[in-house]
């Protein structure tokens, strides 16, 4: 009948035993066919099964007696509003004959009572039961004689029976023992038993068969015992994958659900937010907790309370802060009565708890290394059974190794923070404006490993050059950062005093190696390395000289986008030490585009590096607009959204080139007489320029430096005057490699006042080696004229 209590198949069978025809019965209800007086009742509610003597109408009149076995039939997927057997409700069955008990002196007999040592039923041919013994009767809960002559599928009902039916029908025909595992529910059980059923076939003395006989194990604690083992295996596996802290929440309560509760939720202090460290010692409550974590049996988790993310507040009545001041684990078997207090006081949850159904609550405390970082609440709604000491146990061991992964991933989190505010304070906030080129750039952390050492900086050299920089310090952490943050004030240093690449890249070298040796020293990892790509691009000359140190090559594109052949030999990475680097030099036009990266840009797991250099020139080729838009797009191409594996660096530079009308230069000889001259070409050129406000001071300036020249340094000597929009440089060379050095002139010197007096008129000067001498330059701004 359906859950109408409507009759909705009616078989042979039943037509022999009342007298009814289908057409009869089918579709009215089945109370009609009880006699007067009697009475049909249901199995109550969360019941499968259930059985009972019912006094039932024949079709002639009178009453027939019959023991009666009702099945709960559950609707098929995607049938529950079809009418039918197969849609819901119960199917009663009733053993339409009886073929007597067994005689021990049957063969049949004899056979269970020599192969059957345990609990067993024994079936004939004609797969119908003939007999039980006395302990499988215990574990059916039905007496033997009301269920001798149903075959497997009606004593069991479902699917499941149908299964068990199908193996004795093949035990029977292929005469070989099978076993089998699977899970029963008497008729008096809140919850299905996992059984052990061995199903072997019986002959007679002549070996023909005869029947079957099945014999069963309860196994209910074995598979327990398994299930709790497993999650251990698995908690092991599945737990703290990464150093995240969230992520590692999230499967501890992964993990728990469904083997041992029906919804977990993990709530971790509030102070493990502001990377704090977590309190030591007493606790007292209420507790600010934020969800890290839940799961349920339910999609969607409908029984959480707080949001993913959310704080919440805990009082003292609640389980969380009890087993938190306790410092131990609490379970509630009965949180209407147990949790009185708390629920009153939250009316919300104590709704879910009634709406749900919840029995049972259990409250870990989530401690490592003698710190509180949470609390795990275990809880039952659709499992009816309660959490027993070895749930108990079960669940602190899962949490406890939880525990030690969350305070890794909460300890990593902190230093990676750290290292990376410490890293990004060492790298340049932001790019200068330069006449040059136009830059811009990107750095992005390893999303799952440390923060490494990747940098990159922008340099303003002097007579309007700019040199370029791109390194990769070996290794993650602090240390990495810390020696990223030395190596880039190192080059920002050397680049001061203009030394062309392939030099300064053997300075760099010789001071990792120095670095390396301190390291070794002082007891922590030594052999530091780095690599590096270093580049000058003078927009006068328009030509760029590069050199690297075991680094990527640059990508150079011309203004069509299309990529320029540039072999910049490898180089040794820094820190090998004795080992010589090359610099390769190239013409760019302007609007040539520069690309510096680091490795974690171009290499991953899917592509080596050679792959991944021509995807970025791809990449690149395609990129219009802003450079910013360019790195944006470059970043978003090349590398997952769920972050590279390895920290990036990446600088882009657009050039540019000055035009000759902002460049003058005239050769001088070494003769004082010519001071005059030089001052009249160049006031001449400043007011060809429209700069004659500065013709004081340029005259000033220039009278100095050709003078020194002159007195100290070699001939032939050169002139040179470059102005943009904000700035003018004045340069003077000489084929001598004596460097300036200022220095203050007493009262009664006659000279010595000369470069002092540079200073103190231009924003700033200096000197830098050439290959046949040297060059002093001084620099004014315009603006502040």
């Not at 003698?370 to 079960?394: H, I, N, Q, W, Y």
Request: net charge negative; hydrophobic share 40%; proline share 7%.
């Amino acid at each position: 009948m359906n859950a109408e209590g409507s009759v909705v198949e009616w078989n042979e069978g039943a037509r022999r035993l009342l007298g009814w025809s289908p057409a009869d019965v089918l579709g009215r209800p089945a109370t009609r066919l009880v006699a007067p007086g009697g009475a049909f009742r249901l199995p109550p509610p969360g019941s499968v099964i259930g059985s009972g003597t019912v006094p039932l109408r024949h079709r002639d009149g009178r009453t027939v007696s019959v023991w009666l076995l009702a099945h709960l039939r559950r609707p098929k997927e995607g049938e529950d509003d079809k009418e039918g057997a197969d849609s819901g409700g119960w199917l009663i069955l009733c053993p339409l004959e009886d073929p007597g008990p067994l005689s021990r002196d049957e063969p049949l007999s004899a056979a269970v009572m020599a192969q059957s040592p345990c609990a067993a039923a024994v079936f004939d041919e004609r797969l119908r039961l003939r007999g039980i013994n006395d302990v499988m009767a215990d574990a059916v809960g039905i007496p033997e004689e009301n269920l001798r002559g149903l075959h497997m599928s009606e004593i069991v009902g479902g699917r499941q029976g149908e299964k068990l039916e199908e193996h004795l029908r093949e035990v029977l025909t292929s005469g070989r023992r099978k076993d089998v595992q699977t899970f029963l529910q008497a008729a008096d059980e809140d919850s299905a038993h996992a059984w052990s059923a061995r199903i072997a076939p019986l002959a007679d003395a002549d070996g023909q068969p005869i029947g079957i006989c099945v014999t069963g194990h309860d196994i209910t604690e074995q598979y327990r015992a398994r299930q709790r083992l497993q999650l251990v295996n698995e908690a092991s596996i599945r737990i703290g994958t990464t150093l995240d802290v969230t992520r590692t929440a999230q499967e501890l309560a992964d993990v728990c659900v469904p083997v041992l509760a029906d919804f977990v939720s993990v709530d971790l202090m509030e102070s493990l937010d502001h990377g704090e460290e977590p309190a030591v010692g007493p606790l007292s409550a209420p507790f600010t907790l934020r969800r890290a974590a839940h799961r349920s049996v339910n999609p969607g988790c409908p029984e959480a309370v707080v949001g993913l993310g959310d704080l919440d507040v805990y009082p003292a009545t609640s389980p969380q802060a009890t087993s938190l001041v306790a410092g131990r684990t609490i379970v509630a078997t009965d949180p209407a009565t147990t949790l009185a207090a708390w629920l009153d006081w939250d009316p919300v949850r104590s709704a879910r708890v009634k709406e749900y159904g919840i029995h049972a609550t259990m409250s870990v405390p989530i401690r490592a290394r003698g710190t509180t970082l949470g609390v795990a609440v275990l809880t039952r709604f659709e499992s009816k059974d309660p959490f027993t000491p070895d749930d108990e146990l079960l669940a602190e061991e899962v949490t406890a190794r939880a525990a030690v992964c969350i305070d890794n991933a909460r300890r990593f989190s902190r230093e990676r923070e750290t290292t990376l505010a410490l890293q990004r304070s060492l790298l340049p906030q932001t790019l200068p404006r330069m006449p040059a080129l136009e830059a811009a750039s990107r750095y992005l952390p390893a999303a799952r490993a440390g923060v490494g050492g990747d940098w990159f900086d922008v340099i303003p050299l002097s007579g309007m050059r700019v040199a370029m920089v791109v390194g990769d310090v070996v290794g993650h952490g602090v240390q990495a950062a810390a020696t990223m943050g030395r190596l880039r004030t190192a080059v920002r240093t050397l680049a001061d005093v203009d030394l062309p690449p392939d030099e300064l890249l053997t300075h760099v070298d010789d001071l990792v190696v120095r670095l390396s040796k301190e390291a070794g020293a002082e007891g922590v990892t030594g052999e530091l390395g780095a690599t590096c790509l270093y580049a000058v691009y003078d927009p006068i000359t328009r030509r760029c000289s590069f050199a690297r140190a075991g680094h990527p090559p640059p990508v150079v594109l011309a203004p069509d986008g299309r990529p320029l052949d540039v072999h910049v030999p490898a180089g040794p990475p820094l820190g090998l030490g004795g080992l010589p680097f090359e610099s390769a030099e190239l013409e760019l036009p302007e609007g040539t585009l520069l690309a510096l990266y680091t490795d974690g840009l171009i290499e991953s797991r899917d592509r080596d590096i050679d792959a991944g250099h021509d995807l970025l020139v791809q990449a690149l080729s395609r990129q219009r607009g802003s450079l910013d838009d360019a790195c944006q797009g470059v970043i978003g191409s090349m590398l997952p959204q769920s972050g590279a594996a390895d920290d990036v660096a990446l600088l882009l530079a657009r050039t540019r080139g000055l035009k000759s009308s902002q460049v003058a230069s005239w050769a001088l000889p070494a003769n004082p007489a010519v001071v005059s001259r030089t001052r009249q070409y160049v006031l001449d050129k400043l007011a060809a320029w429209g700069l004659t406000e500065m013709a004081f001071t340029v005259e000033l300036v220039v009278s100095e430096l050709v003078t020194n020249a002159i007195r100290h340094g070699a001939p032939p000597i050169q002139l040179r005057l470059i102005h943009d929009d904000t700035t003018l440089i004045c340069e003077v060379s000489d084929c001598s490699g004596t460097a300036p050095h200022l220095r203050r002139a007493k009262t009664f010197d006659e000279g010595g006042r000369g470069l002092l007096l540079v200073a103190q008129l231009t924003h700033r000067w200096g000197s830098r080696h050439t290959e046949n001498g040297k060059t002093i330059w001084a620099e004014l701004t315009l603006a502040e004229e």
